[in-house]
């Protein structure tokens, strides 16, 4: 059986890097811990998987993630931040159903969490469900109110529908919040741009936040009181909780759009608002983790 305090040593050595946005690096030591613990410590083979999706998911090697976080599922299928991170990964790959899937699992898993209530709510609108998505996005910012990622989602949700005046109280707040941002600037522009242009010019680019941090802590949320937090399992009895505390992402209610009566209304080339005009699918730019 391989030692405690080498897995410890791994486990540091690989978040060192992934830290240090050295994900391939990271990605090799996670699947050290994978060969070393084999069947003598599942849950360090879990963490290590879970490592490996995240690792993946933000040096933008989709499959790869993917693969690893089903792993980690097959492990542990009760971890929200598993099936929220798989989620985000199905909608930046435009798998609407198996996001959705994977994101109304997180919600099930933990209905209060205002990531989740984020991520849920973004490919909900995205997706056609407006109605329910700008719900759950207002219910997200009711929960974290200075979230600028939160405020971002809502603002472009409020473009998408063409509601320009809403979309530039949101981004103009969360450009308040992050000064320094330069995808939300970007989206001010580009809000501003589309309300003063005649209705039928153009589409909403793919814009917007395009940066996965790793500071986003789902811990930190709700104060860490995560029934899924590995970190204090039986696997850290030993360990200085701050090593093993997971970061994800991510990118992520209460007025009701009026105006989308066919919300359910599915379209594979994009989707149109109420006066005609194609929008184009802007989820590649925006990060909603």
Avoid at 148 to 161: C, D, F, R
Avoid at 236 to 248: A, G, P, T, V
Wanted: proline share 3%; glycine share 8%.
């Amino acid at each position: 059986m391989i030692e405690r305090r080498v897995l410890e040593r791994l486990f540091r050595e690989a978040n060192r890097k992934a830290e240090a946005r050295q994900y391939d690096g990271a990605i090799a030591v996670y699947r050290r811990v994978i060969t070393l613990a084999g069947d003598h410590d599942p849950q360090a083979v879990e963490c290590a998987h879970w490592g490996i999706g995240e690792a993946s998911f933000s040096s933008g090697n989709y499959p790869q993630a993917l693969q690893a976080l089903q792993s980690a599922l097959s492990l542990n299928p009760c971890e929200a931040a598993y099936h929220y991170l798989l989620g985000i990964v199905y909608t930046r790959l435009g798998a609407r159903e198996d996001a959705l899937a994977a994101l109304g699992r997180a919600f099930e898993l933990e209905p209060r969490k205002p990531k989740v209530l984020r991520g849920y709510g973004w490919a909900l609108h995205r997706f056609g469900f407006r109605r329910r998505g700008m719900t759950m996005l207002h219910e997200a910012l009711a929960r974290r109110p200075d979230d600028s990622l939160t405020l971002t989602n809502l603002g472009w949700a409020y473009a998408h529908e063409g509601r320009y005046g809403e979309s530039l109280v949101c981004l103009e707040r969360a450009r308040e919040i992050d000064p320094v941002n330069l995808g939300i600037a970007s989206a001010v522009a580009t809000v501003e741009r589309l309300a003063s242009a005649p209705l039928s010019s153009g589409y909403v680019p793919a814009t917007g936040p395009t940066l996965f941090s790793l500071d986003d802590d789902w811990d930190e949320e709700e104060g860490s009181d995560d029934d899924g937090d590995w970190a204090d399992d039986d696997l850290d009895d030993d360990l200085d909780e701050e090593e093993w505390e997971e970061d994800w992402e991510d990118d992520e209610l209460g007025d009701e759009d009026e105006d989308d009566e066919d919300e359910d209304e599915w379209d594979d080339d994009g989707w149109e608002d109420e006066e005609g005009k194609k929008w184009e699918d802007i989820d590649d730019g925006i990060d909603i983790s």
